[in-house]
């Protein structure tokens, strides 16, 4: 079974740009969480998406948004970029996502992320 | 607040030696606590997980940990480590908010380096 894929691996953009990152889930996963990872602050929750819709948000500014396909696959957006967005985004995926708490079944499987460089 | 201490943010270890990597957290009841790896340049792999029950949890690649309510910790064990055990290892815990969602915090991690 494939893993929990993302791209670009790297990217590198300005400030005041644009960027969607993508992340496909593992096959059968309806639940794709998103995080941003930097050096000093760990992992930051960012938002959690199931069957195409929202259900749990972090604490970001309205810069961060994201959706889900019928198939899945969830797209991240981050507009107007900050040089503090500079970071490792990583998704997660699992079948039924944080809805009522995990389940000794229910894993988080972590893609390889996308390392983003705002200069 | 809720949150997740990592006190050790690098720790070195000859190839052999036993680990022990801390982890306290701060939630007023009994969270779900987990223990994540990540290698360099990948994404982060499940150590291990405690929901309840059995305070001492098994994981995958030789690791343990011991969850000890009175001194809200889970500590990550492995009585000898190996030189591919280097990576950065972050505790986790699963909370349900005010709002009622539930969501996960994980500490800063800990860069563990083997020496051969």
């Known amino acids: 079974k494939a893993g929990v894929t993302q791209t670009p691996r790297y990217l590198i953009k300005t400030r005041g740009q644009q960027v969607t990152l993508s992340c496909s889930p593992i096959s059968g996963h309806r639940s794709v969480s998103w995080y941003q990872q930097t050096p000093g602050q760990g992992l930051q929750f960012l938002f959690e998406y199931f069957s195409e819709t929202q259900r749990n948000k972090g604490n970001f500014p309205g810069r961060f948004s994201g959706r889900q396909f019928s198939n899945s696959r969830s797209e991240m957006n981050v507009s107007t970029l900050e040089l503090g967005d500079s970071a490792l985004y990583l998704c997660?995926?699992?079948?039924?996502?944080?809805?009522?708490?995990?389940?000794?079944?229910?894993?988080?499987?972590f893609g390889p992320g996308t390392r983003l460089l705002v200069l | 607040a809720q949150s997740v201490t990592q006190p050790d943010i690098h720790i070195t270890v000859s190839e052999g030696a036993s680990l022990e990597l801390r982890c306290n957290y701060s939630?007023?009841?009994?969270?779900?606590l987990f223990w994540y790896v990540q290698s360099p340049g990948q994404g982060l792999q499940l150590l291990l997980k405690y929901f309840s029950g059995d305070t001492l949890v098994q994981g995958i690649k030789g690791f343990e940990a011991e969850f000890k309510r009175s001194q809200s910790s889970f500590n990550l064990r492995k009585p000898s480590v190996h030189w591919s055990d280097a990576a950065e290892y972050f505790c986790?815990?699963?909370?349900?908010?005010?709002?009622?969602?539930?969501?996960?915090?994980f500490g800063t991690g800990t860069r563990l380096k083997v020496l051969a």
């Open positions: 997660a995926s699992s079948l039924f996502g944080l809805a009522g708490g995990p389940t000794l079944q229910e894993t988080q499987y």
């Open positions: 986790a815990v699963g909370i349900t908010t005010t709002s009622g969602t539930y969501k996960y915090i």
């Open positions: 939630y007023g009841a009994t969270p779900y």
